[in-house]
């Protein structure tokens, strides 16, 4: 991510600059802009019909007085400026001055210094590249952003503001790292030593291997795990910030690093996407990385369960039965409904063990909830009013929007087996529900939520916050909610 510094508002005299500004007459620096160059932006703005419109931007090249190019960020209207607007402006400057090279000023005189942080976020979401693969630059394509000032009224109050955003932001690339890897490269051994790092942070870090989880009797975890030759893992993560003694939040995450589809195996085309099946374990990882980034005043418990479900002479076959680590038996009729048996056995530990104020799984569950819902929106499944009512009002505010499914008593009995307690599969209707039903099946009435992420973690276009591919999506979700309504 790149290195944000804050000035004041003073223009710089030459180069490239991004300045935000709303619609109506000139003020500020834009006013002083303007007529250092001629009154360019005012006419370049009349001729491309630019109306400040929020995000919205317009690039005037050689507008004189020794500056190379002026971006014209639109702020839209003043009276509905908040944190996510100038978020979003922040995305839309940042992918303007990535066209210009290495360095960027945005101007941000006119938003309050708390905004002018947020300002920054943007700025690092929208900058965002993963290309660690790439030997050399491709002919014609700028480099990475790597240094941003961001020009406002009170750069003291605003880089003070910008720290605990700092954090978030470096846990939102984490996780957009973790998702954007290749599944040779981040199994589930490499994984987990990606989460140890975290120790660097005051996290606790604790590992299931294969023996201890053969222990506590995952079975159905490991069960989607023995077609693979990378032994799975489940990470436990604790970041004490709270009182001694209080009761955690609890984040759960599906983490399967490469998702052939087992015995039942998906069609080759688009099959290297499934590179992305850990999103949610991912997911909780930044979120971590994020509360301990910041000192969040809160205990948090983040469980990721880490496993290839891959196809060999020991894979799991179809009509298997597992039993889970709550006692409950499964009949696996699809090896490729896998995510929800590896979380059956993570969600269990974790309310058995922690005892948590509540649960929030996230997980690329189904393909379902894409047909549903699109890449808009997450799909949100709960137990409790009050956790779906905080998830869903700031994801209103983070732009990480969810819809909330329905989750009535009667797609359970969808899931009952001739000859076991379960089955991993309900059919093809209401496909993502029956998913829910099964996963509350092993929360023990803790208060909980199921956020289906298949359609928003990973995209194909760029979005007003991410760039296209790993999105990060949960992250500024659930740190916001924790701050909101947990913290302190």
């Given at each position: 991510?790149?290195?944000?510094?804050?000035?004041?508002?003073?223009?710089?005299?030459?180069?490239?600059?991004?300045?935000?500004?709303?619609?109506?007459?000139?003020?500020?620096?834009f006013a002083a802009l303007d007529a250092a160059v001629g009154?360019?932006?005012?006419?370049?703005?009349?001729?491309?019909?630019?109306?400040?419109?929020?995000?919205?931007?317009?690039?005037?090249?050689?507008?004189?007085?020794?500056?190379?190019?002026?971006?014209?960020?639109?702020?839209?209207?003043?009276?509905?400026?908040?944190?996510?607007?100038?978020?979003?402006?922040?995305?839309?400057?940042?992918?303007?001055?990535?066209?210009?090279?290495?360095?960027?000023?945005?101007?941000?005189?006119?938003?309050?210094?708390?905004?002018?942080?947020?300002?920054?976020?943007?700025?690092?979401?929208?900058?965002?590249?993963?290309?660690?693969?790439?030997?050399?630059?491709?002919?014609?394509?700028?480099?990475?952003?790597?240094?941003?000032?961001?020009?406002?009224?009170?750069?003291?109050?605003?880089?003070?503001?910008?720290?605990?955003?700092?954090?978030?932001?470096?846990?939102?690339?984490?996780?957009?790292?973790?998702?954007?890897?290749?599944?040779?490269?981040?199994?589930?051994?490499?994984?987990?030593?990606?989460?140890?790092?975290?120790?660097?942070?005051?996290?606790?870090?604790?590992?299931?291997?294969?023996?201890?989880?053969?222990?506590?009797?995952?079975?159905?975890?490991?069960?989607?795990?023995?077609?693979?030759?990378?032994?799975?893992?489940?990470?436990?993560?604790?970041?004490?910030?709270?009182?001694?003694?209080?009761?955690?939040?609890?984040?759960?995450?599906?983490?399967?690093?490469?998702?052939?589809?087992?015995?039942?195996?998906?069609?080759?085309?688009?099959?290297?996407?499934?590179?992305?099946?850990?999103?949610?374990?991912?997911?909780?990882?930044?979120?971590?990385?994020?509360?301990?980034?910041?000192?969040?005043?809160?205990?948090?418990?983040?469980?990721?369960?880490?496993?290839?479900?891959?196809?060999?002479?020991?894979?799991?076959?179809?009509?298997?039965?597992?039993?889970?680590?709550?006692?409950?038996?499964?009949?696996?009729?699809?090896?490729?409904?896998?995510?929800?048996?590896?979380?059956?056995?993570?969600?269990?530990?974790?309310?058995?063990?922690?005892?948590?104020?509540?649960?929030?799984?996230?997980?690329?569950?189904?393909?379902?909830?894409?047909?549903?819902?699109?890449?808009?929106?997450?799909?949100?499944?709960?137990?409790?009013?009050?956790?779906?009512?905080?998830?869903?009002?700031?994801?209103?505010?983070?732009?990480?929007?969810?819809?909330?499914?329905?989750?009535?008593?009667?797609?359970?009995?969808?899931?009952?087996?001739?000859?076991?307690?379960?089955?991993?599969?309900?059919?093809?209707?209401?496909?993502?529900?029956?998913?829910?039903?099964?996963?509350?099946?092993?929360?023990?009435?803790?208060?909980?939520?199921?956020?289906?992420?298949?359609?928003?973690?990973?995209?194909?276009?760029?979005?007003?916050?991410?760039?296209?591919?790993?999105?990060?999506?949960?992250?500024?979700?659930?740190?916001?909610?924790?701050?909101?309504?947990?913290?302190?």
């Amino acid at each position: 991510m790149p290195d944000i510094a804050f000035s004041d508002a003073s223009l710089p005299t030459s180069g490239t600059i991004a300045i935000l500004a709303a619609p109506g007459a000139p003020a500020g620096a834009f006013a002083a802009l303007d007529a250092a160059v001629g009154g360019a932006l005012t006419r370049a703005a009349k001729a491309a019909r630019f109306g400040f419109d929020a995000a919205k931007t317009c690039v005037v090249l050689a507008p004189g007085a020794g500056y190379d190019r002026v971006i014209m960020v639109g702020l839209g209207n003043v009276a509905a400026l908040d944190a996510t607007v100038a978020e979003r402006a922040g995305v839309a400057a940042a992918r303007a001055l990535s066209d210009a090279g290495a360095a960027g000023v945005v101007v941000a005189d006119t938003v309050a210094p708390d905004l002018a942080a947020h300002v920054a976020l943007g700025i690092v979401l929208g900058s965002y590249r993963f290309d660690s693969y790439r030997t050399q630059p491709r002919k014609g394509e700028a480099g990475p952003l790597v240094n941003v000032t961001v020009a406002c009224a009170d750069p003291a109050h605003a880089s003070t503001a910008w720290q605990p955003l700092a954090a978030v932001a470096r846990g939102v690339c984490l996780c957009r790292d973790l998702v954007s890897e290749p599944a040779n490269m981040l199994r589930p051994p490499e994984f987990e030593q990606r989460i140890l790092a975290l120790r660097d942070l005051g996290i606790e870090v604790e590992v299931l291997d294969r023996d201890a989880m053969h222990r506590l009797g995952f079975g159905a975890l490991l069960g989607v795990a023995q077609g693979s030759d990378a032994p799975p893992r489940t990470v436990i993560m604790r970041w004490n910030g709270g009182a001694e003694g209080d009761a955690p939040v609890a984040f759960v995450g599906k983490g399967v690093t490469f998702d052939s589809g087992g015995i039942s195996i998906k069609p080759a085309a688009g099959m290297d996407e499934m590179k992305t099946d850990m999103a949610g374990a991912a997911a909780v990882v930044g979120t971590m990385a994020a509360l301990a980034g910041r000192k969040a005043k809160v205990n948090a418990i983040g469980v990721v369960g880490l496993v290839e479900n891959m196809l060999s002479g020991n894979a799991q076959r179809p009509g298997d039965i597992v039993r889970t680590a709550a006692g409950q038996t499964v009949e696996v009729l699809n090896t490729d409904a896998e995510g929800r048996l590896v979380l059956a056995d993570v969600l269990w530990y974790t309310q058995d063990r922690f005892k948590p104020r509540f649960m929030v799984n996230l997980a690329t569950l189904t393909g379902a909830i894409v047909v549903s819902l699109g890449i808009e929106r997450a799909g949100l499944f709960s137990n409790s009013d009050e956790l779906a009512g905080h998830l869903s009002a700031t994801g209103e505010k983070t732009g990480e929007k969810l819809w909330r499914m329905p989750m009535d008593a009667a797609y359970l009995e969808l899931l009952r087996s001739d000859i076991a307690d379960l089955k991993n599969i309900g059919g093809r209707p209401g496909g993502s529900i029956t998913a829910a039903k099964f996963l509350e099946c092993f929360v023990n009435d803790v208060p909980w939520a199921h956020l289906d992420i298949a359609g928003t973690a990973f995209t194909s276009k760029a979005t007003s916050h991410a760039p296209k591919g790993a999105t990060g999506f949960g992250v500024r979700l659930l740190d916001r909610m924790v701050g909101t309504y947990y913290e302190g």
